[in-house]
T-cell receptor, first 114, second 113 residues
Framework: DAKTTQPTSMDCAEGRAANLPCNHS???????VYWYRQIHSQGPQYIIH???NNETNEMASLIITEDRKSSTLILPHATLRDTAVYYC???????????????FGKGTHLIIQP | ETGVTQSPTHLIKTRGQQVTLRCSSQ?????VSWYQQALGQGPQFIFQ???????GRGNFPPRFSGLQFPNYSSELNVNALELDDSALYLC????????????FGPGTRLTVT
């Protein structure tokens, strides 16, 4: 069963901020929120992750609501190269035992318009 | 680029045949995971290897098997190929089991006819 819900597709104008929402209403207290993206014909690329505090790195910002039931990935100044499928994933940090990998849904296809 | 390489890039096989796909991890990464991505879908976890041992497995039958070598490169083997095995196969390496970030290769496109 999907743990996250994302819009199928979104458009954003080049140079504007792209805000990608993700709902994860059943998230557990020990589960992190991860974002990956997949540019056409490439493997997925890690973007950012967080537990409950907002996070920022050189690629993006991650805003997690106080109840942790949803989050937003922000690309501050979108470029044409940011056109990709963006995946929101929730999972626990490894705590021993067998690994279960990353569970990808269908993601959001973000199209940056010139 | 992540430093993870996969070979071959593309492959065409016939139903019932066997195939071996290869992955070279990023330098120093001792953990590798394999994923299957059908057209229009997100990647699905097949299994993970850590220090040459299988450490976890997704919902894939035993005809999907793997190996990890002392240099941490790895193979995915699929026996008795079925038409539904046609997909992009991705490997991802990481530094340790608790690593937050997985580094994906570009994938191998397998077509089964």
């Amino acid at each position: 069963d999907a743990k996250t819900t994302q819009p199928t597709s979104m458009d954003c104008a080049e140079g504007r901020a792209a805000n990608l929402p993700c709902n994860h209403s059943t998230i557990s207290g020990n589960e992190y929120v991860y974002w990956y993206r997949q540019i056409h014909s490439q493997g997925p690329q890690y973007i950012i992750h967080g537990l409950k505090n907002n996070e920022t790195n050189e690629m993006a910002s991650l805003i997690i609501t106080e109840d942790r039931k949803s989050s937003t990935l922000i690309l501050p100044h979108a470029t044409l190269r940011d056109t990709a499928v963006y995946y929101c994933i929730v999972r626990v940090a490894y705590s021993g035992g067998g690994a279960d990998g990353l569970t990808f849904g269908k993601g959001t296809h973000l199209i940056i318009q010139p | 680029e992540t430093g993870v390489t996969q070979s071959p890039t593309h492959l065409i096989k016939t139903r019932g045949q066997q195939v071996t796909l290869r992955c070279s991890s990023q330098s120093g990464h001792n953990t590798v995971s394999w994923y299957q991505q059908a057209l229009g879908q997100g990647p699905q976890f097949i299994f993970q290897y850590y220090r040459e041992e299988e450490n976890g497995r997704g919902n894939f039958p035993p005809r999907f098997s793997g190996l990890q070598f002392p240099n941490y490169s790895s193979e995915l083997n699929v026996n008795a190929l079925e038409l539904d095995d046609s997909a992009l196969y991705l490997c991802a390496s990481s530094l340790g089991l608790a690593s937050y970030e997985q580094y994906f290769g570009p994938g191998t496109r397998l077509t089964v006819t």
